[in-house]
């Protein structure tokens, strides 16, 4: 199956402050990555699907300037979560897919105080 | 918009004692997607059913797929301790880039 790098595992920040998380496409060329954020004891919400080279198509209810979603190469997509606060404070994972099946990074914890 | 429901939400059992999962899709799937992720984790990739009425089978755990492509269920006999976790039924809708649409999970506590 495909391996997806995630980066950082976890980080905590400042509110106010920026935070990029990374994922990489390490032996598999995505066009497509996914974007989700999980709440603890929650299910994965599906924020955004990131495409290689145009913009990110955002989910309903996902604010498209406070989670930047930067896909420009086939290898790399990040999320850019600007402005935290501590209510962004979620596990963020990425996936892709290789042909119809999911492969997922090991996600990010992200804890704003 | 496009839902996928899933039941029960918790469910605790004895050791040796059997788990059933349920999804529901209110439209059509193309497939859909089984996923473990254990405390901590991420979600691994278990199976993918696309045929109706597809019932797959690994070891223990028995997948079956709706007639209409619009529900599916997960089937564990006699569980054990390993088979703690949350398990996820993800559904994918035809058109787009293929993105998954979660149910909320259903998390198994298994007791010795």
């Known amino acids: 199956g495909a391996v997806v790098s995630q980066h950082p595992s976890w980080v905590i920040c400042k509110s106010g402050t920026s935070v990029k998380i990374e994922c990489r496409s390490l032996?598999?060329?995505?066009?497509?990555m996914f974007w989700y954020r999980q709440f603890p004891k929650q299910s994965l919400m599906l924020m955004a699907t990131?495409?290689?080279?145009?913009?990110?198509?955002?989910e309903q209810g996902v604010e498209k300037d406070k989670f930047l979603i930067n896909h420009a190469s086939l290898t790399l997509s990040t999320l850019t979560v600007t402005s935290a606060h501590p209510e962004d404070s979620s596990f963020y994972i990425c996936?892709?897919?290789?042909?119809?099946?999911?492969?997922f990074g090991q996600g990010t914890r992200l804890t704003v105080v | 918009g496009q839902q996928v429901m899933q039941i029960p939400q918790y469910q605790h059992v004895q050791e040796g004692e059997d788990f059933t999962t349920y999804c529901n899709s209110s439209?059509?799937?193309?497939?859909i997607q089984w996923y473990k992720q254990r405390p901590g984790g991420h979600p691994v990739f278990l199976i993918q059913?696309?045929?109706?009425?597809e019932v797959k089978k690994q070891k223990r755990l028995t997948f079956q797929f709706g007639e209409a492509k619009k529900n599916s269920s997960l089937h564990i006999t006699a569980t054990q301790t390993t088979d703690v976790g949350t398990y996820f039924c993800?559904?994918?809708?035809?058109?787009?880039?293929?993105?998954?649409?979660f149910g909320a999970g259903t998390r198994l506590a298994v007791h010795p």
């Open positions: 996936s892709e897919n290789m042909g119809t099946e999911a492969f």
């Open positions: 032996d598999f060329q995505a066009t497509t």
């Open positions: 990131s495409n290689e080279g145009s913009k990110a198509t955002y």
């Open positions: 439209t059509t799937l193309s497939n």
């Open positions: 059913l696309v045929k109706s009425g």
């Open positions: 993800a559904g994918m809708f035809s058109g787009g880039y293929n993105k998954l649409i």
